[in-house]
């Protein structure tokens, strides 16, 4: 069988830790930061762990994460 084609925004959005879970950024980082309080930024910072729904749809369009 041919090989499965990574789809490419998604390989560089997420990754997959050692024990399988998808982690990608959250939502809400990228503008109108003005109102958003410092603690509400910090708490949006960094990665999370992606809904199990999401993260099924993720590794069929992306299988070699």
């Known amino acids: 069988m041919?090989?499965?084609k990574t789809h490419k925004g998604t390989a560089?959005?997420?990754r997959v830790t050692s024990t399988g879970k998808v982690v990608?950024?959250?939502?809400q980082q990228s503008?109108?930061?003005e109102k958003k309080s410092?603690?509400?930024k910090r708490a949006i910072s960094g990665t999370r762990e992606?809904?199990?729904a999401d993260a099924r749809a993720i590794k069929r369009v992306a299988p070699y994460l």
């Open 2 to 4: 041919p090989k499965i």
């Open 12 to 14: 560089k959005r997420f």
């Open 24 to 27: 990608g950024r959250h939502a």
């Open 31 to 33: 503008h109108i930061l």
């Open 38 to 40: 410092a603690k509400r």
């Open 50 to 52: 992606v809904a199990k």
